[in-house]
């Protein structure tokens, strides 16, 4: 006999204003906040806990550049034609005025690669222990597409681009919308790697295929250090999230291209070109290779959102990608010869062990809210609530 079960939760039964007055209370504590010009008083301290965060890495542009960027007419094309509006973002506690999340990035558009694209690119996040694990990390993903909003608007009232319906800010002018971020190859020792995809994946993201896309992202050190120590530009998986194109498993070649031909054209404005042009023009081949071959898209890996499907993981393994899509580099031989072969040579399924053990550890948490009923409904699930503790 049962004497109670713990009741599970499907989004599907809210009502729209439910979802807004849940995310209303949830979201009461915090503020978030467009920084505009360095003189901001927020300004230093957001820089700080983001080059903290990514700078010793080389990830992370200087200060100087960041202050151009903010001081520079957005509504004024950078050298190749490509319109940009960098962004840095602050979210505080609304009783202390404390920061807790940190978000920069750039809305990317250039109508002579495809007049109806926009590229926000999520470049950092940073939150702080006090925000995480709370839906702040949520808002600081899609609060940019409220910013892209705004610009693409200015842009067409300023003659700049023509939008395809000027009407409907709600459906992004009829603009395509592709949120873009970068995040390290899967490898089971780099648990932030593994968050950090689950994080993604839960938000609707996709991996472009290395294969056809072996993405980097630039080296933001000084010149002279670059000049002393070498280039080092990091090979990340690009990720998409198509906004309302979330379930199409395909990426248009032109569309990929536009994508990384807009990313690179806004490092362009602070990384010497000849740093770029390598990296760029093995993306731009292995496109053209492709469609030389009568193909006309590549492939959007899903990401896994849970335990149940990691081994999306597999084609993102770390390892396997660097050999397979990117050869020897400063940024790749560290991780090759890092003792990984010999540990894979001596054990075949090192790899499907180690995503077992992530699997049973993500399986621990039990979820009890679900979107739909429609995917993959068990009456039976969850099991009933053992009546420990119970008089």
Same mark, same amino acid.
Request: charged share 30%; glycine share 8%.
């Given at each position: 006999m049962t004497l109670g079960t713990r009741v599970r939760l499907c989004l599907k039964d809210l009502y729209a204003q439910d979802v807004v007055?849940?995310?209303?209370?949830?979201?009461? &504590?915090?503020?978030?906040?467009?920084?505009?010009?360095?003189?901001?008083?927020?300004?230093g301290q957001a820089y700080e806990i983001l080059w903290k965060a990514f +700078?010793?890495?080389?990830?992370?542009?200087?200060?100087?550049?960041?202050? &151009?960027?903010?001081?520079?007419?957005?509504?004024?094309?950078?050298?190749?034609?490509t319109y940009a509006r960098?962004?840095?973002?602050?979210?505080?506690?609304?009783?202390? +005025?404390?920061?807790? +999340?940190?978000?920069?990035?750039?809305?990317?558009?250039?109508?002579?690669?495809?007049p109806d694209l926009c590229v926000v690119y999520l470049s950092h996040i940073y939150m702080l222990p006090e925000a995480r694990g709370t839906v702040l990390t949520y808002w600081l993903r899609i609060a940019p597409l409220d910013l892209a909003v705004?610009?693409?608007?200015?842009?067409?009232?300023?003659?700049a681009i023509a939008l395809p319906d000027p009407a409907a800010p709600g459906r992004y002018f009829g603009m395509r919308v592709d949120l873009a971020a970068e995040v390290e190859f899967f490898s089971p020792d780099d648990k932030l790697s593994l968050q950090r995809i689950l994080f993604y994946g839960r938000g609707g993201f996709d991996a472009i295929d290395p294969r056809h896309f072996p993405y980097r992202q630039p080296d933001f050190r000084e010149p002279e250090i670059i000049a002393r120590e070498g280039d080092r530009p990091v090979p990340f998986m690009l990720l998409l999230r198509r906004v309302g194109r979330e379930r199409e498993a395909r990426l248009p070649i032109d569309e990929a291209k536009a994508v990384i031909q807009l990313l690179y054209d806004d490092f362009a404005e602070y990384c010497e070109p000849k740093h770029l042009a390598t990296s760029l023009d093995v993306v731009l081949t292995r496109l053209e290779e492709r469609r030389a071959r009568g193909k006309n898209d590549v492939a959007l890996l899903p990401l896994p959102t849970g335990a149940n499907d990691l081994k999306r993981l597999r084609p993102l393994f770390r390892y396997d990608v660097y050999r397979r899509h990117y050869g020897p580099s400063l940024a790749t031989d560290a991780y090759l010869k890092s003792g990984i072969a010999d540990t894979i040579a001596q054990r075949p399924?090192?790899?499907?062990?180690?995503?077992a053990e992530i699997a049973a550890e993500l399986a621990k948490t039990s979820r009890w809210v679900y979107a739909s009923r429609d995917k993959g409904f068990d009456p039976e699930a969850p099991p009933a609530t053992p009546e420990e503790g119970r008089a």
């Open positions: 007055e849940m995310i209303e209370r949830e979201t009461r &504590k915090y503020e978030v906040e467009s920084i505009e010009h360095p003189d901001h008083p927020d300004f +700078g010793a890495a080389g990830e992370m542009e200087t200060e100087p550049v960041i202050r &151009k960027m903010l001081q520079d007419d957005s509504l004024a094309p950078v050298r190749s034609g960098y962004f840095l973002l602050v979210a505080r506690d609304r009783a202390t +005025g404390a920061i807790r +999340g940190v978000r920069d990035g750039r809305v990317l558009v250039n109508p002579a690669y495809s705004t610009y693409l608007h200015a842009l067409h009232q300023r003659g399924h090192w790899l499907d062990e180690r995503l």
